[in-house]
């Protein structure tokens, strides 16, 4: 049979011939004679295949003039047999090269043997089938080096990948995240399908990202999405449902009861009479279960994936439905994928990838005051009403015949604002790239590949005409506000390389790479208000007024050239050199081009200086590189004027500090491990060291008001990551019955080396936080808190000189020397078990080193200052008469703005993240239907939590609303009240035929 | 074979991807600076550019909890109560406990980037041609200067008047250098700059601009305020001489229009605000709500008992509601215009009525009490319904002036600094927020004269990037 596949950008077609065939058949043993299950074997130059079952035996049909097999088994060397003449073999199969994993490695391709560079590589199927919509938050605790902090629990919300700790104060801190070839921004990832990734390369010290050259600072995240091919064919459909829920808050409120007892205690409820306090009783309301609910999720996902030998596909579609633990978001998501390849000829060869995305959520207010529902469950009262009820109970309707709300104590109705001033978000995703590759002449491979992206957000914003926030902010004249926003972003980026091969002799081989890249990015942002929308309608056309409107539009661009060497000796010695350089818009003429280079060695000592049967691998590596980093800010290398309205006429004013002298932050770093595998590789492990530098960093230099600016952007010191990983896996049963243990650990210290010109910055994106010289970053700075005062029932802090006091000042504030907002260490631990196809596998992460403020504590503790609200049960423990012993002061003590030490914690905690059980229908069942596989799995993620930390201890960001994108603000520093993370648990078919 | 077509091909992509020139992209919004000084027009957006400077939030324009030069000298002060169930914004100022990281730093840098745009257009002046267009475009960047210092100068420093604590004014900018860490000035040399820049404007300045800019006029009177506050009442006199006489006090028919923006009627000089500035002036004192109007703070119940039932401005100014079911007396100056969204007025700046009082002020101080009375009684006459004079004087003619100096300005940022030069401590009464003067008292009343709180702290943000700057005593 031969198949022709044809591939263009959106359709698919087959051509079938059938022609003669004949009947092999076979076993695959390993090298104890043991059958192997599933393996695949081919024939060679065909489409034609067959699995093993149970006891390794296959069947298979080969087509007339068809005699070599390919036999292929995961972990195992792949086989060709010749089976002329033959219609029966036995087939052993290898185990010698079990680390021969081709892995993608900048703009070439590796095998992990001979790698010189750190790369963490995670398979897509690790993180497959965990409810998580954004892809960087899957990544959490897969690899050494790699820590990722959800920014809050909001479902296809981002989070903050950071790969070998912190590598700018201002600059970018976020990985160069490359899909397909193709950079893309963090918008994208919650809008990438999990379904379609094939594996993750994470290149983590400066031999490997220094080919990025200006945008590798922060490390490099390669996907490689799903292709098809001719060993491998099939038709995929799965189905994971499930639900989720917020976890434990860690506190416990108090309930109308004893609320009531404390308002009147603290005297902001006059006393009531017992006819009073039971109307409050009688109705009330459990606000956390009126704006928090289980949470639905549904996934589908239908893969087709095949092709022959000259060409191949993968298409795919998928759609996600995901409730979100608040009423009123909801995410959903539809993806479509095209990845294809075809030869043109037997020297060129053409592919595609090609993905499209949309996604809807509902936005919620997640600022800091009660417009935010998870900030509202902890400011309503239990005995306040969502609606206004008469003397039986009943609720009041308005006007309209809809239900009156009660504004409550803080005049307002979360209830009603989640239902009358909805905001939603659709985001448009298109992205992907074509391809040429030529071989021209043996060794030599030509690549030209176009890559392009386009994002498109929408969000509109109503403010329904009569809602109670219409009223606060709207015009009693033109009821209704709506405000209509969005982005078009548009990047192209062309990639041209060259590379050649060249063996020397059996022993020297070299390979040559040289490229040139050129990226332009263009975006667009709209955006257009109106008021007085009659009931019902919603569009700007019938708007009373329009009463505001905007474009702005921002362009970068980036030229890059650069070129690799790598020279591998009798395959033990391994040496790569790379160079690039790269011009940016975003700096003056005379410092917009950077040149970054790396040098790497790896020796693996057991093949040749080591002749010991205990090693299987003993890699030494070294390595030591430069890359750089722009500032996040486009133009700060020109002074500009702006433009704005005064009384309807232009306006105009200096409108930044510019620094013509600003240079590119640049990184230098080293990096030495030992990767190793012992007893025929059932132990395998790494531990590396690195340590990074990063000078020249770009800073907002503060700068004296007086000169109508508050700061500039400048080159303003050095900082260092240092740190340690390492990691072992451990099988000690392989077979019918299997078993791993897995540890990642890894250990980052970042050091503020110099700072110039300043003993200290405080840098916007953090509270209480600083940079100092000598410091590990963001070192906090707080009041030193003693205790409560028994005498007195006052606070007692240490001021500066270490006496207690009531009523420090700023200047009482010290340096808690090496206690950062950063985590210090973090990792995962996995253990996987299997009895033939049952199969359970789970993940712990963990994290610490790192102290967190506990806004949330200090606001359910606030005494008279926070009365009104509902308060923690705790907060009822407050001292009372003198000689009372209690960690809760007296309630009209004035309660620090989040300035001491008082409600700092140690955020350490670990986390059972993911944890599934499998089964999947015996081959040779399923096999008699047609099917090659038939599972079923039930998984959790979530569900246990170690930690002393008051509270859900993975810490975002505070108010992810104004934290705006990165850098505005510090992750894990603050923990206030914001969407919550969430536990799940789901359940999924999975059936391939 | 093909390879040499290839190559060429190659060759031909490496030479179209030389994209150097691409590299030098600039703003689609903005020009460079330097070349936004060519001729009148572009000085006129620059001038403008210095008025937006004054509505930015914390100079008039104040968003969220923002200090602002129009509202704070009467949250501290006692003219106003907070009401219990308001959103308690600003309550750090009404409570006066302000410090260097709780203090007025957006004001602080909203008055030094006006001063930016003064001195950006005084360093490219003589760009102009000689002239009219050029002298007056001067005039009101100098003028502007000046203001931006005064109102730093009374907020962070003491007032000529009363030198209570020491002899430092504030850093008087003169220049558009991003590398200036200045110290402060001494408080003679500040106000000795502040007094020759708004000289040298009076003498450049148009006598009328149109409304929303500075004129002749409103430079003049502003000119007899810092006077005022200098204790210079001869000056005080003669800077009111350049008050143009096509002003006069508005009627008390006209009197509710000046506060809905529908007259210009004796205003000299007013901050412009459109809804799409985004800057709702009223939000400092109230919102709206479906519970009726739901206020930041409320008028003090003993002050707004000196309003009489024949005065204008008692109606104007206030409006007793019931909020959630109580009554209170809320400041409605602000609540906005007849059309348009809430709270979105224009900020007045300096009015007609301010000129009278200073002047009856002056002459009073000087002895001269006829001419007092008479400026007074102009004010008074467009206040109260048949009015008839009293004719104080001496004593009791001082204590009029501020009594209607008091009632007159109220909740324009003048209270404060009204009690600051002449020594006096602020004292709250001991009235609830209720219409009816019960419900919740101010938690602190008295802020004792001397006090070091009648000086603002300098921002942390200010400390930590100038190290010569000199803290006011207390913080």
């Known amino acids: 049979m031969k198949r022709i596949v044809l591939l263009a950008i959106l359709s698919i077609g087959f051509i079938t011939i059938v022609s003669a065939q004949r009947v092999v058949t076979g076993i695959v043993t390993d090298q104890d004679n043991l059958g192997l299950f599933g393996a695949n074997v081919l024939v060679k130059s065909t489409s034609e295949g067959a699995i093993t079952d149970l006891d390794g035996n296959f069947s298979i049909t080969l087509p007339e003039g068809a005699n070599t097999l390919v036999v292929s088994y995961t972990g195992f060397e792949t086989q060709e047999v010749d089976v002329t003449g033959l219609s029966n073999v036995v087939v052993t199969m290898s185990q010698g090269e079990l680390l021969e994993e081709i892995i993608l490695v900048g703009y070439s391709t590796a095998k992990t043997s001979d790698l010189v560079e750190s790369i963490s590589t995670v398979k897509g199927s690790a993180i497959t089938d965990i409810p998580i919509s954004s892809i960087d938050n899957l990544l959490q605790g897969q690899s050494t080096g790699v820590e990722v902090t959800a920014i809050n629990g909001k479902p296809g919300q981002n989070g903050y990948i950071r790969i070998r700790g912190l590598t700018s104060i201002n600059g970018n801190n976020d990985p160069l995240f490359i899909v397909d070839g193709v950079p893309v921004n963090r918008s994208v990832y919650a809008a990438i399908n999990p379904n379609d990734i094939e594996s993750f390369s994470i290149l983590k010290d400066a031999a490997a990202t220094s080919i990025y050259g200006a945008r590798a600072s922060a490390g490099v995240v390669l996907v490689t999405t799903k292709r098809g091919s001719a060993k491998n064919q099939y038709v995929e459909y799965s189905l994971q449902i499930g639900e989720q829920e917020a976890v434990d808050d860690g506190f416990e409120l108090m309930n109308a009861s004893q609320k009531l007892n404390y308002e009147t205690a603290l005297g902001v409820r006059a006393p009531m009479t017992a006819e009073q306090r039971a109307a409050l009783l009688e109705y009330g309301t459990d606000w956390e279960n009126v704006l928090l609910r289980p949470a639905g999720l549904t996934t589908h996902n239908l893969a087709f994936s095949g092709g022959n030998d000259v060409g191949n596909y993968y298409v795919s579609l998928s759609r996600t439905d995901q409730q979100g633990l608040s009423v009123g978001s909801d995410f959903d998501r539809t993806t479509a994928k095209v990845n294809g390849s075809f030869k043109a000829n037997d020297w060129i060869t053409i592919s595609n990838s090609l993905n499209i995305s949309r996604r809807n959520d509902n936005e919620l207010r997640d600022r800091y005051n009660v417009q935010s529902p998870f900030v509202a469950v902890y400011q309503y009262n239990p005995y306040e009403t969502i609606y206004n009820l008469d003397d039986n109970g009943e609720i009041i309707l308005d006007e309209f015949g809809d239900p009156s709300y009660n504004f409550t104590h803080q005049g307002f109705n979360i209830v009603e604002a989640i239902r009358n001033n909805p905001e939603s978000n659709r985001w448009s995703d298109v992205y992907g790239n074509v391809s040429v590759t030529a071989n021209p002449i043996k060794g030599l491979t030509l690549t030209s590949t176009g890559g392009y992206t386009f994002n498109r957000w929408k969000n509109t914003y109503l403010i329904k005409p009569n809602s109670i926030l219409d009223f606060y902010v709207g015009d009693a004249n033109a009821p209704g506000i709506k405000t209509d926003r969005g982005y078009d972003r548009d990047r192209y980026i062309w990639t041209n390389t060259a590379q050649y091969n060249f063996d020397l002799d059996d022993r020297n081989s070299f390979n040559f790479l040289g490229g040139l890249e050129y990226l332009k990015n263009d975006y667009e942002f709209h955006s257009v208000s109106g008021k007085g929308f009659p009931r019902g309608i919603e569009v700007q056309s019938v708007a009373a007024e329009i009463t505001d409107g905007t474009t702005t539009r921002t362009e970068f661009s980036l030229f890059s050239l650069f070129g690799q060497v790598n020279y591998s000796f009798d395959n033990n010695l391994n040496v790569k050199a790379s160079i690039r350089r790269d011009g940016s818009s975003r700096f003056g003429r005379d410092n917009r081009y950077g040149t970054f280079y790396a040098f790497g060695v790896g020796y693996d000592l057991s093949r040749s200086l080591i002749q010991s049967e205990f090693f299987d691998q003993l890699k030494v590596r070294a390595s030591y590189g430069t890359t750089g980093n722009e500032p996040t800010q486009l133009y700060e290398s020109i002074g500009v004027l702006d433009f704005a309205s005064y009384n309807d006429q232009t306006a105009s004013f200096q409108g930044n500090v510019s620094n013509p002298e600003l240079r590119w932050e640049t990184q230098k770093s080293w990096t030495v491990g030992v990767d190793f595998g012992v007893l025929n590789n059932r132990v395998t492990g790494a531990v590396e060291y690195y340590n990074k530098k990063t000078t020249d960093l770009l800073f907002p230099n503060q700068l004296s008001r007086t000169t109508g600016f508050q700061s500039r952007l400048d080159n303003i010191g050095d900082m260092s990551n240092r740190g340690i990983e390492a990691e072992l896996y451990y099988s000690p049963f392989r077979g019918d019955f299997n078993m791993d243990f897995g540890v990642r650990f890894s250990y980052n210290k970042a050091t503020m080396d110099r700072l110039v010109g300043n003993e200290q910055i405080n840098p916007d994106n953090a509270f209480s936080s600083v940079l100092k010289e000598g410091e590990v970053a963001y070192v906090w700075e707080l009041v030193e808190f003693s205790r409560v005062d028994p005498a007195t029932g006052d606070l007692l802090y240490f001021n500066a000189e270490g006496e207690e006091v009531t009523n420090p000042t700023a200047s009482d504030a010290v340096i808690l020397s090496g206690k950062s907002a950063l985590p210090r260490f973090s990792g995962g631990f996995d253990f996987n078990m299997g009895y033939k196809n049952l199969n359970l596998t789970s993940t712990f992460s963990f994290k610490g080193g790192n102290w967190v403020y506990n806004q949330r504590k200090l606001d359910l503790l606030s005494g008279l200052d926070g009365a009104r609200s509902i308060q923690s049960v705790e907060a009822l423990d407050y001292w009372k008469s003198p000689g009372d012993v209690t960690e809760i002061p007296r309630p009209d003590v004035e309660v620090e703005a989040s300035s001491s030490t008082r409600f700092l914690e140690k955020g350490d905690f670990a986390r059972l993240r993911n944890v599934k059980l499998s089964y999947s229908l015996p081959y040779n069942l399923v096999d008699k239907v047609g099917l090659q596989n038939l599972s079923f799995f039930v998984a959790g993620s979530n569900l246990l939590t170690f930690t002393g930390f008051t509270g859900d201890p993975e810490v975002g960001v505070f108010i992810e609303e104004s934290a705006g994108d990165v850098g505005g603000q510090l992750p894990g520093e603050f923990a206030g009240f914001s969407y919550p993370n969430a536990k799940s648990v789901t359940a999924g078919v999975n059936v391939r035929f | ?475």
């Open chain 2, 1 to 475: 074979m093909n390879l040499k077509y290839l190559l060429v091909l190659f060759s031909l992509i490496f030479i179209t991807t030389s994209c150097e020139e691409d590299l030098s992209l600039f703003p689609t919004d903005s020009i460079a600076a330097e070349e936004g000084f060519n001729n009148v027009s572009d000085f006129e957006s620059a001038v403008k550019g210095i008025y937006s400077g004054f509505r930015r939030s914390g100079y008039y324009g104040a968003t969220s909890g923002a200090a602002s030069i129009y509202f704070i000298p009467d949250v501290i002060s006692d003219d106003v109560i907070i009401n219990a169930n308001g959103r308690r914004s600003r309550e750090s100022f009404y409570d006066w406990r302000y410090d260097e990281d709780n203090s007025s730093e957006t004001f602080w840098l909203s008055a030094y980037k006006v001063i930016q745009r003064a001195n950006l257009i005084l360093e490219n002046i003589d760009k102009l041609e000689d002239g009219a267009d050029k002298n007056n475009i001067m005039g009101e960047a100098l003028a502007a200067r000046a203001i931006a210092h005064f109102d730093l100068a009374k907020l962070y420093a003491d007032l000529p008047a009363n030198p209570a604590t020491g002899s430092l004014g504030i850093p008087y900018v003169t220049s558009t250098d991003s590398g200036l860490t200045p110290e402060r000035n001494s408080l003679s040399d500040t106000y000795a700059s502040i007094l020759a820049d708004f000289n040298q404007a009076l003498g450049l300045i148009n006598d009328q601009n149109g409304v929303g800019r500075l004129n002749k006029s409103a430079v003049g009177a502003l000119l007899s305020r810092v006077y005022l506050y200098m204790g210079d009442y001869q000056n005080v006199i003669t800077a009111l001489a350049n008050v143009s006489s096509s002003y006069g006090e508005v009627s008390r028919d006209n009197f509710l229009n000046v506060w809905k923006d529908a007259t210009e009627e004796g205003v000299l000089w007013k901050i412009k605000v459109t809804e799409p500035d985004g800057v709702n002036l009223g939000v400092a004192w109230l919102q709206e709500s479906p519970d009726g109007i739901r206020s930041e703070y409320n008028v003090d119940y003993a002050f707004f008992n000196l309003y009489q039932d024949n005065d204008i401005r008692k109606s104007v100014y206030f409006e007793t509601s019931p909020f959630a079911g109580v009554d209170y007396n809320h400041i409605v100056k602000y609540r906005g215009r007849f059309t348009g969204d809430a709270n979105v007025v224009d900020a007045k700046a300096v009015r007609y009525s301010e000129v009278l009082l200073n002047a009856a002020e002056a002459y009073a101080e000087l002895g001269q009490d006829a001419q007092a009375l008479d400026v007074l009684d102009d004010l008074r006459s467009n206040r109260y319904s048949n009015f008839v004079s009293l004719g104080e004087t001496g004593q009791a003619l001082k204590d009029a002036i501020a009594l209607e100096r008091r009632l007159e300005l109220a909740f324009e940022g003048h209270r404060f600094f009204d009690l600051k030069r002449k020594g006096l401590p602020i004292q709250r009464s001991d009235f609830g927020d209720q219409a009816d003067g019960n419900g919740q008292q101010a938690e602190f009343k008295t802020l004792a004269a001397g006090d070091h709180r009648f000086n603002m702290a300098i921002g942390e943000g200010e400390i930590n990037a100038n190290p010569v700057i000199q803290q006011n005593t207390g913080y």
